[in-house]
């Protein structure tokens, strides 16, 4: 009879704490996620603290500065030229139907294209090439040194890492990031201009199409483009070298950072262009 009655009295207590089990564990959980992210926030202003230590300090190596442009930058174009252009193309077609089913001046096509192409579509997209292309790249250098304990000999040999590893990244984005978008979106809007003249519907000429661009491309356009590309750079490096700093586990967690690196660069890209575009509509 008693241990029925203790059956019954834990089966009773076990039916009222659950729920208090569940709202314990959920608010845990909360409460992980932002003490995770408060701590890698703090991670990405210390990185950067102490990049901008060392830039100010000219405390720089030009050669390594010109290796990493040359790897992060030269060697994107290509692949974001690529990309960029196809985008202008597929943008100028779906105008160009617009402008046929509706019946709009078809001469608004190039303003469209280059509008879009500088204010958004240039900056962001090739932003996040470069995050996928670039900053996987560095992320899987530094992860690749940190797990092999490279960073540590460098630190017991009194060299900064953050000087040696991610300051010559930085400088490099913040440098090729624009220029690589500026050249590739230039492309997208000229290859625009093929898909709207070789319609039968359309059939737009070259003066009619680069000339609206010539009206349309304003200093703003080009500004906007140049901003946003070097804010896109400049996260691209901090979380691509951040990541690689933080790599454990050999090359399962080389794997593990790259991804990591390139999910959390492409969410902030759109959080900056969101602010970005608020701020300087």
Known sequence: MANEKHDA?????????????????????????????????????????????????????????????????????????????FTGMVFSLIIGQQAAQYGFGKEYIGVGVVYAMCKELGPVLGGLVMAGRAGAGMTSQIGSMQVTEQIDALKAMAVSPVR??????????????????????????????????????????????FNSIEQGLKPHLVNTLFQKSLFFGIIIAIVGCLEGFKTRGGAEGVGVSVTRAVVISMVLIFFTDLLITKLYP
């Open 9 to 85: 009295f834990n089966e009773a207590a076990e039916i009222v704490t659950a729920p208090l089990s569940i709202v314990g564990n959920i608010t845990l959980s909360i409460a992980r996620m932002f003490l995770s992210l408060f701590d890698y926030i703090g991670g990405i202003f210390i990185l950067t603290f102490q990049s901008l230590l060392c830039i100010l300090g000219l405390r720089l190596s030009a050669r390594d500065i010109l290796l990493q442009m040359s790897q992060l930058g030269v060697d994107s174009l290509l692949i974001v030229t690529l990309c960029l252009s």
């Open 164 to 209: 040696y590893l991610v300051v010559p990244r930085i400088l490099a984005m913040a440098v090729m990031v624009p220029v690589v978008i500026f050249i590739s979106t230039f492309a997208g809007v000229v290859m625009g201009y093929y898909p709207a003249h070789l319609d039968p519907v359309l059939h737009l000429s070259a003066s009619t199409y």
